[in-house]
């Protein structure tokens, strides 16, 4: 059973454009978490999805994110007009009930130039 | 390679009561370590971060602290309360970016 896999590991982007960051949950895995860490900062929770639906997403900013978890597919965190403090390492996690442990991927790190 | 531990697995203590939860690392070379908060149909929430070149960090009713050389962390909760019930993990970062988990300790504080 592969662990959670992030696509692409790395991504650099110009500013005013979009990042699409991939997350592949555990097989048999219905919930996922994104979380951002910021340089020099913990790791601070974004959103929360199951299946086609967003659970919490109170640690997601108001504008340019969004994120979905289709029924088919992986998760995916689209952050439109990136600019410079959007840097940072996401990770994804997922976990198959609501109770359970997270198991986390290896994080994608996002530059923005 | 990089193993974390907390003990104990679970624990229940009456209210009002100070605790302490414990975290411990196998590999020196990290580059913080944070402690984490989840409860049931939430993500994690971040408690406290240490920077390797520290020694405590506080937060209100919380405080933690940090051996880099022993390889242990302590997480204490002053004058608990029924709210603080709660999976608390522990999880230190790597040079290279990963962070590695520990499995958590299951609090619960009794009314």
């Known amino acids: 059973n592969a662990g959670v896999m992030q696509n692409p590991r790395h991504l650099v982007r110009r500013r005013g454009q979009e990042a699409r960051l991939r997350c592949s949950p555990m097989k048999g895995h219905s919930h996922v978490y994104w979380y951002r860490q910021l340089p020099e900062e913990g790791l601070k929770f974004m959103v929360y999805?199951?299946?086609?639906?967003?659970?919490?997403e109170s640690g997601m900013p108001k504008e340019r994110f969004s994120a979905e978890f289709p029924k088919e597919g992986p998760s995916i965190l689209r952050i439109q007009q990136v600019v410079r403090g959007d840097s940072a390492a996401y990770f994804c996690a997922s976990s198959p009930l609501e109770l359970e442990t997270q198991y986390f991927g290896p994080g994608t790190r996002l530059l923005v130039l | 390679k990089q193993e974390v531990t907390q003990i104990p697995a679970a624990l229940s203590v009456p209210e009002g009561e100070n605790l302490v939860l414990n975290c411990s690392f196998t590999?020196?070379?990290?580059?913080?370590l944070q402690w984490f908060r989840q409860d049931p149909g939430k993500g994690l929430t971040s408690l406290l971060l240490i920077q390797s070149s520290q020694r405590e960090q506080t937060s209100g009713r919380l405080n933690a602290s940090l051996d880099k050389s022993s390889g242990r962390s302590t997480l204490y909760i002053a004058a608990s309360q029924p709210g603080d019930s709660a999976t608390y993990l522990c999880a230190v970062s790597l040079a290279d970016d990963k962070i590695i988990f520990g499995k958590g300790t299951r609090l619960h504080i009794l009314p």
């Open positions: 590999d020196s070379a990290i580059y913080n």
């Open positions: 999805l199951q299946k086609e639906n967003i659970i919490d």
